[in-house]
């Protein structure tokens, strides 16, 4: 990007009405505004390049992850829950801990999602009218309502730097007429959680939806960019609908999100949906899939999975990764984190998920220097076949 392109991005940036404690500045886009993008979004906790991972702490914390080593690997953003953090400890509770930061001891940014995704993840517990979504408690049954209003001032008494409008989440497979009323709803409570919203140092950002129906998709991302969010999530991902779907539900809904605003996908991590993401201009990610692998002893490497249960890993003295500059691959063999596993011992899930988020930062630097450096085709493809080079 010539220093020309540079300085007419930033003018257009001065015009978005952001908080002052907030920037967002795309700093290459080898291929202009439709393709990949290496940025820099700065919050009130610290700036983020991007395109970046967020690990998930759902509860408040990373499991088994402290935050020293979270910073130690790269981790610049860290994602948390309305939801579950509303039921246990209670926002309220929170805030007397000092906020959301000073209770996870993570001084650096913070995204909470609006507890959306829970409409799909606990469909056996709840249910969803235009007021809002009341749930049956998964600790003792108790009933809780969590209307767009509800949703945004748990996120305000949180603290977190980044909130999520609440919205409905459907399925995949999904009749089209329930995929309509998700898109519905989720619009009306987008303006619901606009006009709620209360502390002008958080930014809040509006989730598309509409399942695989490209109208929908379409429908709901004009319908929001209309309203003017400080950033927009592409929601009702990773839902069950796979790679070659999840990759026409991008086609459809990026291009229609405003370059010079965030675009977040939500739920994403397997690396060729990241790779296709990543191509068509999303600047964050989050899953699971790094600690939920990592403490079931699968481990993420350039060359594909390496699952370390396996028998074949008995007596193997080589490290996970002979590149990887993580505790696990300096300190440990992978027979000998085979033997943590086997023997039950806390110390192989807590290693093996520090490896596995230290993978995804490795991976995420390595693109955006690729993005910097007007390589990233390459890279990407070269990234790919690698780790896909088994099937």
């Known amino acids: 990007m010539s220093f020309h392109q540079r300085l007419v991005i930033r003018h257009f940036l001065s015009e978005v009405n952001l908080p002052d404690a907030f ?10 505004d439709h393709g990949p993008r290496f940025g820099r979004l700065t919050t009130p906790h610290g700036a983020v390049e991007t395109p970046a991972f967020i690990p998930v702490g759902t509860k408040g914390t990373v499991k088994g992850v402290t ?10 953003i860290v994602l948390a829950n309305t939801y579950h953090l509303a039921l246990r ?10 906020g959301l930061h000073a209770m996870m001891g993570w001084d650096g940014p913070i995204l909470t999602d609006s507890g959306g995704f829970q409409v ?32 945004v001032a748990v996120q305000n008494t949180l603290g977190a730097d980044i909130i999520m409008a609440l919205d409905v989440c459907p399925p995949h497979p999904c009749p089209r007429g329930e995929v309509e009323e998700a898109v519905r709803r989720t619009l009306a409570w987008a303006e619901r959680c ?60 990026v291009p229609l999100l405003p370059w010079r605003r965030p675009r977040y996908v939500m739920g994403v991590g ?42 074949a890993f008995r007596s193997d003295r080589r490290a996970i990764e002979e590149d990887c500059d993580c505790p696990a691959c300096r300190s440990f063999s992978r027979g000998t984190l085979r033997h943590l596993f086997a023997s039950k011992e806390m110390l192989g899930p807590i290693l093996l998920s520090i490896h596995n988020l230290r993978f995804y930062m490795r991976l995420f630097e390595r693109l955006r220097m690729a993005i910097r450096d007007g390589r990233f085709d390459a890279e990407a493809q070269g990234l790919l076949d690698a780790y896909y080079q088994n099937g």
């Open 194 to 253: 606009r006009a709620a919203h209360r502390r002008p140092e958080q930014l809040l950002w509006g989730i598309t939806q509409g399942g695989v129906e490209r109208d929908l998709r379409e429908r709901c991302a004009r319908e929001l960019v209309a309203m003017d969010f400080h950033g927009y999530a592409i929601g009702g991902t990773s839902v069950g609908e796979g790679h070659a779907l999840l990759r026409q539900v991008l086609d459809w809904t």
């Open 89 to 98: 400890p209670g926002a309220e509770v929170v805030r007397d801990l000092g």
């Open 67 to 76: 935050p020293q080593a979270l910073r130690e690997i790269g981790v610049q």
């Open 270 to 311: 397997e690396v060729r949906d990241v790779v296709a993401a990543m191509a068509l201009g999303v600047d964050l990610f989050d899953c699971v899939l790094p600690t939920g692998n990592g403490r079931n002893a699968c481990a993420f490497t350039a060359d594909g999975m390496v699952r370390l249960r396996n028998e």
């Open 120 to 151: 799909f993840s606990l469909a056996a517990l709840r249910q969803v009218t235009d007021e809002g979504v009341t749930f049956r408690s998964h600790i003792d049954g108790a009933e809780m309502m969590l209307t767009p209003e509800s949703a």
């Open 23 to 32: 920037a967002y500045e795309i700093l290459a886009a080898p291929h202009g």
